[in-house]
Nanobody, 114 residues
Framework: VQLVESGGGLVQPGGSLTLSCVAS????????MYWVRQAPGKGLEWVSS????????YYADSAKGRFTIYRDNAKSTLYLQLNSLKPEDTAMYFC????????RGPGTQVAVSS
């Protein structure tokens, strides 16, 4: 199993980013997928989930209305669109095969600062 995230970066408050996660080593379409994040000095926080066919999405309160999770099973790729970013969204973002992030990739850093 391999999960590789990309798309992070430094963005100003109010800005947007799209994170990607390419999966390999398992049948991607068989699994729900998750995004979790870890802010500096804090524990892992669940951000969003999507069912295996992409028809159902779930968000933490902090992400509702600003983030969108989606997937392309043909490309074995998971995405997270981040809009209206806030400084408190600064974190390492991980895609994962479980909501507690136990099976996750190396992450991509998102920094929100003016």
């Amino acid at each position: 199993v391999q999960l590789v995230e990309s798309g992070g970066g430094l963005v100003q408050p109010g800005g947007s980013l799209t994170l990607s996660c390419v999966a390999s080593g398992f049948t991607f379409s068989d699994y729900w997928m998750y995004w979790v994040r870890q802010a500096p000095g804090k524990g892992l926080e669940w951000v969003s989930s999507i069912n295996n066919y992409g028809g159902s999405q779930y968000y933490a309160d902090s992400a509702k209305g600003r983030f969108t999770i989606y997937r392309d099973n043909a490309k074995s790729t998971l995405y997270l669109q981040l809009n209206s970013l806030k400084p408190e969204d600064t974190a390492m973002y991980f895609c994962a095969m479980n909501s507690d992030g136990a099976s996750r990739g190396p992450g991509t850093q998102v920094a929100v600062s003016s």
